[in-house]
């Protein structure tokens, strides 16, 4: 597919169904590149399916303080979708019956749905082992009203991950807008002060590292390693652990990609550092996606190009995790972002 063709799609990518159809066609199959399918059709993986059921992760909304380039939730301010008080109650019941022992909140920025607090609080009392809030952090320096959100997530023992993509002003501000790297900084400096990240303390901070252009996060440990010392150098900020996550092909990172006639090169890339290892990890296995109108899928990502899990059970109005259990997982271009290298899913690197 030539560039004049690649760009003419940028302005037809706007919905998920738009984005698969896209990723499907053009340089895949036919002589061009090997389909995800086909390329583990080779592998002792030829056909992913559901492990146990570890996480449930929910997508509070898209709506957002930020408008970041590599974002592929497409989450900003002007976005209106949000969880309703009766979803947030089918959640909980179903931490209530089954063995998640994982509870992953995300969107957008999840602190902004106006049930935010509650849903926390309810949740929390049910002793979920791992409840993680992935936070923007310049939402907890937004308004007043999210100032006392450190002291809150210590309440409840909140495993908060957050995006940072890297310990220098000119490149976290350059994906993320202007002034987002200093409001980040203070906002780590304040969950710091209240034990988040500190080496005597059992409070979970951990950051995201996302490449800032067309092309694969480097080792996650050196990362980390890097990270680490230069964060506590310049600002005596301190956390646990780094995790980098491989940008998807879709949403904004898509546009990108095409605007800055790189997509076919990423595409490449991603399917040379295809790496069979990483199958036996990715977060699909354990994971189970809701979307802020109770529809379910596969992961974050697959939610985003509107794959609905392969069941009869495709929303929270009928679930029922036995049926959910026999399911195959649904795959597409995209998931070479999950198996390139050492691999990629929300918690990071998995081999």
């Known amino acids: 597919m030539n560039t004049k063709s690649l760009q003419s799609q940028k302005h037809a990518l706007a919905s998920g169904a738009k984005q698969l159809s896209f990723l499907s ?3 895949f199959g036919q002589g061009g590149l090997p389909t995800f399918s086909e390329r583990i059709a080779a592998t002792a993986t030829p056909v992913l399916q559901p492990q146990k059921l570890e996480i449930l992760q929910i997508n509070l909304g898209y709506m957002c303080n930020q408008v970041c380039s590599h974002c592929h939730v497409d989450a900003g301010p002007d976005r209106k979708e949000m969880m309703s008080r009766a979803t ?3 959640c909980l019941e179903i931490l209530k019956k089954t063995s998640v022992h994982t509870l992953d909140l995300t969107g957008g920025a999840p602190e902004m749905h106006p049930d935010f607090r509650w849903f926390v609080e309810q949740a929390s009392a049910l002793g979920v082992a791992d409840f993680i809030v992935r936070s923007n952090l310049t939402i907890l320096r937004a308004n007043k ?23 220098k002003k000119e490149k976290t501000d350059r994906q993320r807008g202007a002034g987002v790297f200093s409001k980040s900084i203070e906002a780590l400096q304040q969950l ?22 067309a ?15 230069a964060l506590k150098a310049d600002f005596d900020v301190d956390f646990n652990q780094l995790f980098t996550i491989t940008n998807m092909p879709i949403s904004r990172f898509l546009e990108y990609l095409i605007a800055s006639e790189n997509y076919e090169e990423y595409m490449e890339a991603l399917v040379a550092a295809f790496n069979p290892a990483a199958l036996n990890n990715v977060m699909c296995t354990n994971t189970l996606s809701v979307r802020w109108d109770g529809f379910l899928y596969d992961c974050d990502f697959n939610q985003m190009l509107d794959i609905k899990v392969a069941s009869p059970i495709q929303h929270l109005d009928d679930f029922d995790p036995a ?26 690197s998995v081999v």
């Open 215 to 229: 092309f694969l996060p480097g080792d996650q440990k050196a990362l980390e390693k890097d990270y680490k010392k």
């Open 145 to 167: 009203k999210y100032y006392d959100l450190p002291e809150f997530f210590k309440t409840h023992n909140i495993h908060v991950i957050s995006s940072l993509p890297f310990y």
């Open 192 to 213: 710091n002060a209240v034990g988040y990240g500190k080496p005597d303390s059992k409070l979970q901070l951990d950051l995201v590292y996302n490449p800032s252009g």
């Open 323 to 348: 049926p959910l259990q026999e399911r195959t997982i649904c795959i597409s271009q995209h998931c070479y972002g999950c198996t390139a290298g050492a691999g990629s899913s929300c918690q990071g």
């Open 25 to 27: 066609n053009g340089i």
């Open 88 to 90: 947030l109650v089918q």
